[in-house]
């Protein structure tokens, strides 16, 4: 039986960013297409797309000691990125990392989404 889920702290260069909702990763660099040939023989093409990640965020407001300036944010980088699971003892770390997208707030729910990052290296380590 396995373990999911639980708290999660999300550090960005050191910082720390709240997680609101899900957060999904791709833990493959390389994006696999196949098809046929005419002689009914496949094949299949790699595309690298370095490690992707998408987090929804929780948005701080404006004038708090912990506002967030998400322009800031997308313009930085390159990162290095943390995730660790509490319950679970498992870290992932995405180094030399950036983000990209368009960051839309919700102001009803504080959720922060349209963002993605990009990473060259990604590893996953259990405690």
């Known amino acids: 039986m396995a373990d999911f889920g639980g708290f999660m702290r999300f550090t960005v260069g ?27 023989s496949i094949y299949r093409t790699m595309k690298p797309m370095g490690y992707i990640f998408e987090p929804t965020f929780e948005d701080t407001p404006t004038g708090t000691a912990t506002a967030l300036d998400w322009a800031a944010i997308m313009l930085g980088g390159p990162y290095n990125i943390t995730l660790v699971e509490e319950q679970t003892g498992r870290m992932h770390t995405w180094t ?32």
């Open 14 to 40: 050191g910082s720390p960013l709240t997680l609101r909702a899900k957060f999904e990763s791709e833990p493959s660099a390389l994006e696999m297409d196949g098809g046929a040939n005419q002689d009914g």
């Open 96 to 127: 030399v990392a950036q983000f990209e997208g368009k960051p839309r707030v919700d102001h009803m729910t504080g959720e922060v989404t349209g963002i993605k990052g990009r990473a060259t290296a990604y590893t996953k380590t259990s405690a």
